[in-house]
């Protein structure tokens, strides 16, 4: 990457690629050349998670599945770091770069680095110290389901020292190039289900092995986005006397970064619970159905999430260079191409939900599995457009650095609205009761946020209207 000298000083270009301006261009042009590598990236990582499922359950079982799931909430946490530090320094740096001020944005890439490398060593030793109590706080209370999360997750823990490092993949995009991260998934993701197959069908390795392809996969994507840094090649330079923490420095990326990481966070806690629910209400039997469910729900998840990060440099370089009406311009465009493309998904969960279920467990032996997992998806596809707005929404007050908006829609639905309500949807109707409610919670969620960015939009119009007539009149 390199700015090219010319007419405009907001012109791009990657070095093996094409031209393009953040703050001239078209905004469907600019979408698709971040989004696109960005979902694309996102949408790999889902398709090893999915695999990954896919192999527990077909080598492990039922209660591997139940493992994994039991699981997840602290891998959720540990990622909600990783965007703590990377989302945060990412929209900072792209709006220093709108500003024309890249030695902040260099400043901001070592601050964010010296964050990184102090939140993984706490992060780690912890983690390793306590994660069979952490386990059983989640509810994997003895036998073979705490068995198999602690063995799981004790292999995930000893990959955190170079995961953290993912959080480079944000600042990559912000000073834009979308690609590498994306090539680098690529890599990752055939890495992981090379070595899935290799650690649990051929070395027998069982739940461990899948977490050892994990972290190797994980690991070498970290290894080449630190080289990228350390070699000089970035637009964003990193110096190493700049790797240090400064107050005015890393305070506002912690608040700029908040927001996805409560939204991450939240999302763990809103597992934890869903989990204990789901083991009063459905036993294992019910986590295992919540694991397809996830397996499933990654996909959306990742098409919403990397078209969030990916429309973020082009909302926070068009802030910073008070071309306001286009940040707008950039989060509408982004609700309509994932709202049909989630819809479309939500179409295929409907019609074949027991297909789907049946591809991560065998049949015999596990109908109940199935039984609940369909019934599961069907209710749970309802939320996936609901929660895919929000998620953009979210982004883009981040990208704007509107904190308290952002920390707020965060909250909103995975805390605020999905606690009590499915706190009262189980006890009115059991098991079913827990998966009416995402669609429900998530549902009151977009609206709520699509009320807020409504008015947002509608004040910055007024201010543009206002400021346009002084101009004239003066």
Not at 13 to 29: C, F, H, M, N, V
């Amino acid at each position: 990457m390199s700015f090219l000298k010319g007419k405009s000083n907001t012109k791009h270009t990657e070095k093996q690629g094409e031209a393009y301006s953040l703050k001239e261009d078209s905004i469907l042009r600019l979408l698709l050349i971040f989004v696109g590598p960005a979902v694309l990236g996102m949408l790999i990582n889902a398709l090893y998670n999915f695999v990954d499922r896919i192999f527990v359950g077909q080598y492990v079982g039922a209660e591997g599945l139940s493992a994994v799931t039991m699981v997840f909430p602290v891998t959720l946490f540990q990622f909600g770091l990783v965007l703590l530090f990377g989302s945060g320094s990412g929209i900072l740096i792209a709006k220093h770069l709108g500003e024309s001020q890249p030695e902040k944005a260099s400043k901001v890439l070592g601050n964010a680095i010296a964050g990184i490398f102090l939140v993984m060593l706490v992060f780690t030793s912890l983690g390793l110290i306590y994660y069979k109590s952490l386990l059983e706080v989640f509810g994997a209370t003895g036998g073979t389901l705490l068995n198999l999360s602690a063995e799981y997750l004790f292999v995930i823990i000893l990959g955190f020292p170079l995961s953290f490092f993912l959080a480079l993949e944000f600042t990559c995009r912000a000073e834009g190039n979308p690609k590498l991260p994306a090539k680098l998934l690529v890599l990752s993701c055939v890495i992981n289900l090379c070595l899935d197959y290799v650690f649990m069908k051929i070395f027998n390795l069982g739940i461990r092995g899948a977490a050892l392809a994990t972290i190797i996969a994980q690991s070498t994507n970290a290894i080449f986005l630190i080289r990228y840094y350390a070699s000089g090649k970035s637009l964003v330079k990193l110096k190493w006397k700049q790797v240090r923490l400064q107050k005015s420095i890393v305070f506002p990326i912690l608040l700029v970064g908040l927001a996805p990481f409560l939204m991450d966070v939240a999302i763990s806690f809103q597992n934890m619970f869903a989990n204990n629910l789901l083991l009063n209400s459905g036993g294992t039997d019910g986590v295992a159905a919540m694991g397809i469910l996830f397996g499933v729900n990654v996909f959306f998840m990742m098409i919403a999430l990397g078209t969030g990060d990916g429309m973020q440099p082009i909302v926070s370089f068009n802030y910073g260079a008070k071309r306001f009406d286009r940040a707008s311009q950039t989060l509408v465009l982004a609700i309509k191409i994932v709202s049909a493309i989630t819809l479309f998904g939500l179409l295929i969960l409907e019609l074949f939900p027991t297909q789907i279920s049946s591809v991560f467990i065998e049949s015999d032996g596990n109908q109940n599995v199935i039984s609940i997992s369909k019934k599961a998806l069907q209710i749970f596809a309802i939320s996936i457009p609901f929660y895919a707005i929000q998620i953009l929404i979210t982004r883009h007050f981040q990208a704007l650095q509107k904190n308290k908006t952002a920390t707020f829609l965060a909250l909103l639905r995975p805390i605020i609205l999905f606690f009590p309500i499915a706190y009262l949807l189980n006890n009115y109707y059991g098991l079913t009761g827990i998966w009416m409610a995402f669609p429900v919670s998530d549902g009151i969620a977009a609206l709520v946020s699509l009320l807020i960015v409504k008015k947002h939009i509608v004040s910055i119009n007024n201010e543009l209207f206002v400021e346009k007539t002084s101009i004239k009149s003066s």
